[in-house]
């Protein structure tokens, strides 16, 4: 009797897990806009990810071209979003100083409407606060007819004075569903 009731605990703890990190991912873009609301960060078009806004003053007007760093690009979708979503470039060289700009594509693989937010993340995390977007999809919601795509930009530019050891960049973004739910009928 007893070991019918510890495995009816443990799937009682396992399902509210579950429903737990289920509600989660779908409060993860709300959460993310709050917490760069309240941080000050992406409240700008001259920003980077999860980096303060910079002013087009402090942007550098020449390279350092006896330095490279290459930054990768990877994109995802969170838990079945139905859109094609990639960048066109997988990786490029940049020098410090110079400003670049890269494009992902995106479609809606479906025949509804629908939002989608991007959600950055970057390695490693030396590069973070040197590493600026001074334009990027990701500032705003993007939407989509019913099967159509869209190339979407980022201009971004590495600080000068990036750490001499960091060499790549990887520059990440997890696609979100973020259409407006209808509200239930009844």
Same mark, same amino acid.
């Given at each position: 009797?007893?070991?019918?009731?510890?495995?009816?605990?443990?799937?009682?703890?396992?399902?509210?897990?579950?429903?737990?990190?289920?509600?989660?991912?779908?409060?993860?873009?709300?959460?993310?806009?709050?917490?760069?609301?309240?941080?000050?960060?992406?409240?700008?078009?001259?920003?980077?990810?999860?980096?303060?806004?910079?002013?087009?003053?402090?942007?550098?007007?020449?390279?350092?071209?006896?330095?490279?760093?290459?930054?990768?690009?990877?994109?995802?979708?969170?838990?079945?979003?139905?859109?094609?979503?990639?960048?066109?470039?997988?990786?490029?060289?940049?020098?410090?100083?110079?400003?670049?700009?890269?494009?992902?594509?995106?479609?809606?693989?479906?025949?509804?409407?629908?939002?989608?937010?991007?959600?950055? +993340?970057?390695?490693?995390?030396?590069?973070? +606060?040197?590493?600026?977007?001074?334009?990027?999809?990701?500032?705003?919601?993007?939407?989509?007819? +019913?099967?159509?795509?869209?190339?979407?930009?980022?201009?971004?530019?590495?600080?000068?004075?990036?750490?001499?050891?960091?060499?790549?960049?990887?520059?990440?973004?997890?696609?979100?569903?973020?259409?407006?739910?209808?509200?239930?009928?009844?």
């Amino acid at each position: 009797m007893t070991e019918k009731k510890s495995h009816r605990k443990i799937f009682m703890i396992g399902g509210i897990v579950v429903a737990i990190m289920f509600g989660f991912s779908f409060a993860m873009v709300p959460l993310y806009s709050m917490l760069c609301k309240a941080a000050g960060l992406n409240t700008s078009i001259a920003n980077g990810a999860l980096t303060t806004p910079i002013a087009a003053a402090q942007i550098a007007k020449e390279a350092d071209m006896s330095r490279e760093i290459t930054v990768q690009f990877t994109a995802t979708n969170h838990m079945g979003m139905p859109w094609d979503f990639y960048p066109r470039t997988k990786s490029m060289v940049v020098h410090p100083g110079e400003k670049a700009k890269v494009y992902f594509y995106a479609k809606n693989m479906t025949d509804k409407v629908m939002v989608a937010q991007a959600i950055p +993340g970057m390695t490693p995390p030396e590069a973070i +606060g040197h590493f600026h977007k001074i334009e990027c999809f990701c500032f705003r919601q993007q939407t989509l007819k +019913g099967y159509e795509s869209k190339d979407m930009a980022i201009v971004f530019q590495i600080d000068k004075d990036i750490p001499k050891d960091v060499h790549v960049i990887t520059l990440a973004y997890t696609l979100f569903d973020a259409t407006p739910k209808e509200p239930r009928k009844g």
